[in-house]
C-alpha cells in the first residue's frame, strides 16, 4: 500500500522524470531543482514575513507555509500535530540575558520580572522499513524579525539565513517522495524555530525526542545560497564528525559520480559543537553533518535578500544533501 500511494504522489510532483525508468535515488533526485528553491525562498525572505521572528506573526506564518507545503507533498507529521509547541523564558530584558527552554532555568527565571515566548518546530516524518532507527534532516526557519528604528531598510529578510536551508529539507523531503521507495530508517524533516535566539527548537527537541537514542545521524543547513568569495563561487564548507570518515568519502564520490559543481571545504571535526542547531545532536554524540557556504556582508543584516542568492550551488548542495541522507538513511552502517 504505501508504495502505491507514494507512487501516485510522485507522478503528480516530477511528471516527466518519473515516466522515464530509472532508478529510486535519480529519480528523487531529477526532482530538486532552482524553480523549487526560488518559490520557497521568494515567499518566506518576503518583506510581508517581517524577518519571521521567533514568536512573532511572520514567523508563526513561516511554519504554517511549511505545514501546508508537507502536507502538499503527503508527508505525516512526526507526532499528532506537525506543530511542536514550546515556551521559552528570558529575564526582563535590562538583564541583557539569553532565552532559556530547559525547565531547570525556567523555574530560576519565572521567580523574578520575566519575558515569555510561545515557539513552534514543524517536524514531518517518512516512515522507514525498520522503525527503530531514525536519521534527521534539518534547518531553522526563524529570522532576526524586523527594527522599526532603523533608518530605511527595516526588515532582516533572511533569505540565506535561513530560507535557503529551509528550501534544502523541503526539496529533499519532496526528493524522498519522488524517489517511490520506502527507505530503511525513518526519515524526520525538522524546522527549528527560535535558533536566533539561542538554538532553541533544537534543544528543545532534543530534550524532548522520547527516541533520541535510536537516532542515527543528524543533517544541518544553516545559510547555503551565499559566495564568501566572488572569485570562488562553488564554495562550500562541509563539516562532519571526524569519527565517521566515511561521510567525507560519499561526498567526494557523489561530487564525480553527479557532476555537482561543488568545491567542499572539508571539515572533520571531533564534536561540531558550535555554530547552529548540529550543535544540539553532537553534544550528544549523533554523527553530524552540516552544509554552511560561510559568512558574507550581509549577514544578519536587512541586506540578506533573495536576489542574492548563487542558485546554482543552492541546489547542487540540495542534491548533495539528499545523497547524504538517502546514505543516512539506508546504509547498513556507517
Ligand atoms: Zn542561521
Redesign the pocket.
Known amino acids: 500500500m504505501y508504495r502505491k500511494a507514494i507512487s501516485l504522489i510522485a507522478l503528480s510532483l516530477c511528471l516527466n522524470f518519473v515516466l522515464q525508468a530509472q532508478a529510486p535515488k535519480e529519480q528523487g533526485l531529477q526532482c530538486i531543482n532552482k524553480q523549487t528553491a526560488e518559490a520557497h525562498i521568494s515567499f518566506l525572505a518576503d518583506d510581508e514575513l517581517e524577518g519571521r521572528e521567533a514568536g512573532f506573526q511572520g514567523g508563526r506564518i513561516a511554519g504554517n507555509y511549511i505545514v501546508s507545503t508537507l502536507k502538499q507533498l503527503g508527508i505525516s507529521p512526526l507526532n499528532d500535530s506537525y506543530f511542536q509547541p514550546f515556551e521559552v523564558y528570558n529575564r526582563e530584558r535590562q538583564k541583557r540575558q539569553r532565552f532559556q527552554v530547559d525547565p531547570d532555568s525556567i523555574a530560576v527565571i519565572k521567580n523574578g520580572v520575566h519575558q515569555r515566548l510561545a515557539m513552534r518546530n514543524v517536524l514531518g516524518k517518512i516512515e522507514g522499513k525498520n522503525k527503530d532507527e531514525y536519521v534527521i534532516v534539518g534547518a531553522?526557519y526563524d529570522?532576526l524579525g524586523f527594527d522599526p528604528m532603523l533608518d530605511g531598510d527595516q526588515i532582516y529578510n533572511?533569505a540565506d539565513?535561513?530560507a535557503s536551508?529551509v528550501s534544502a529539507v523541503l526539496q529533499i523531503a519532496r526528493a524522498f517522495v519522488a524517489s517511490g521507495v520506502q527507505p530503511e530508517r525513518t526519515i524526520v524533516f525538522a524546522f527549528w524555530d527560535g535558533?536566533?535566539k539561542g538554538l532553541l527548537g533544537s534543544k528543545y527537541f532534543t530534550q524532548n525526542f522520547p527516541q533520541m537514542k535510536l537516532v542515527k545521524g543528524y543533517l544541518n543547513f544553516?545559510?547555503i545560497g551565499r559566495n564568501n568569495d566572488e572569485a570562488n563561487p562553488t564554495h562550500v564548507v562541509y563539516f562532519y564528525t571526524e569519527a565517521h570518515p566515511v561521510f567525507g568519502d560519499w561526498l567526494k564520490n557523489d561530487i564525480i559520480k553527479y557532476k555537482l559543481n561543488l568545491t567542499p571545504n572539508y571539515r572533520p571535526w571531533d564534536k561540531p559543537v558550535g555554530g547552529?542547531d548540529n550543535a544540539s545532536f553532537a553534544r550528544l554524540n549523533i554523527p553530524v553533518i552540516w552544509y554552511h557556504t560561510d559568512g558574507h556582508p550581509d549577514y544578519h543584516m536587512p541586506s540578506d535578500h533573495v536576489e542574492k542568492i548563487n542558485w546554482n550551488k543552492l541546489v547542487d548542495i540540495t542534491k548533495a544533501a539528499y545523497l547524504n541522507l538517502w546514505n543516512l538513511a539506508n546504509e547498513s552502517t556507517y
Open positions: 531553522h529570522h533572511g539565513d535561513n536551508g535558533e536566533e544553516d545559510m547552529s
